[in-house]
């Protein structure tokens, strides 16, 4: 009978191009949308007032104040949505461990059915079950993975959530303040930084993506544009109406 060697070393080609990045991880999608929203909906928001023509120190209580409360919503907003889920996972997971203890021939036996129905030999694919199923925690781990799709080692934590929210929302929401802050005395300096940011974060979402840098810093460029030129527009129209 042949040998097969397990211990071969991996192609180099191979071994530095089969590394993953994180996708599961529980701070790079509230981050990312925190930051994005925080600069467009402040920026908005600043814009709107702005085109009330109102005084430079209304925008900026305005703008610290859209700051303020969309991070604390922000904050408690992914809380509350990551914390419910994992909750959901642990109550599914607790499910499936008394399943485990309950019955665990049945539990080996679809684990060896799910094998098989991956194209294993049902000989070899049971005696894969059966070794898995020998420790416990091993058997629950495979099990959520096959059944339920998910790692019980690598479920996101509601803090991390909470905090790459709540900063990543500030950060943003901070850039078109600013310039009023250093003793601007007009939108445009705010408008011109808060748009070099968004093109910016558009840019460095695009390391993380498949999408080119300018395109995605474009894309963020035009909707951030757009949703600041509706609101200064409706600021005008309902300012000088309300005037």
Known sequence: MAIIETEAPLHEAHRDNHTHRDVNGGWLRPAVFGAMDGLVSNLALMTGVAGGAVSRETIVITGLAGLAAGAF??????????????????????VERGELRKHPEDEERELAALYVSRGVEPELAGEVARQLSKDPEQALEIHAREELGIDPGDLPSPLVAAVSSFGAFALGALLPVLPYLLGAGSLWPALLLALIGLFACGAIVARVTARSWWFSGLRQLALGGAAAGVTYALGSVFGTAVG
């Open 73 to 94: 919503s922000m904050a408690a907003g992914e809380y509350t949505s990551v914390a419910s889920q994992r909750e959901l996972v642990e109550a599914e997971l607790d």
